[in-house]
């Protein structure tokens, strides 16, 4: 049986029937059309389908759409503010860090998520922010390389992790 909830996502507010089996991720992509989150092993260990609950990196394809009522979710369509690209975003790009592109949502959010706790981050703290999440094509490198990158971004705009 369905139940009427409403989520707020990327700062619109959304009337949903769903059933309370419904994991975020196919809310997200089938019923709201945000089709960048991604959905991956659906088990928990890619990280593809990664977005943002109160500021926190969740991952949607383990969460169910009930649990996130009354919450703040994000997913890497709520990054840029209007056609200009969030420094995150900016950094993946600069730093050819999105090859094929099947974990760049989720590894931006776990990003800013990251700078948003910690602004300066070291290269281990880097790794330990992204370690839920899994790329196959870059070795991780560009990736390091993009977090740094968007962490200086940060500091030289003066910006605010959204």
């Known amino acids: 049986m369905k139940k009427i909830i409403t ?13 309370p089996t419904d994991f975020l991720v196919d809310i997200v992509r089938d019923t709201v059309g945000l089709t960048g989150t991604k959905k991956g092993c659906n088990i ?10 109160d500021g926190r990196p ?3 394809c383990l969460t169910l759409a ?21 420094p995150v975003q900016q950094a993946f790009i600069d730093k050819g860090a999105i090859q094929c592109g099947f974990c760049t ?3 931006i959010l776990s990003t800013t998520a990251l700078l948003e706790r910690n602004p300066a ?10 370690a839920g999440n899994i790329c196959r094509c870059t070795g991780y490198v560009k990736i390091i390389d ?8 940060k500091t030289k705009e003066g910006t605010d992790v959204r």
């Open 7 to 19: 989520l707020n996502i990327n700062g619109d507010d959304y009337d949903l029937a769903i059933k």
């Open 44 to 53: 928990g260990d890619c990280g593809a389908c990664t977005v943002l609950v």
């Open 58 to 60: 969740i991952l949607s």
């Open 66 to 86: 009930m649990s996130v009522v009354g919450k703040k979710i994000k997913t890497i369509e709520g990054v840029a503010d209007g056609p200009e690209l969030d």
């Open 105 to 107: 949502p989720g590894m």
């Open 121 to 130: 981050p070291t290269e281990e703290e880097i790794k330990h922010g992204l």
């Open 146 to 153: 993009a977090v740094k990158h968007a962490a200086v971004l």
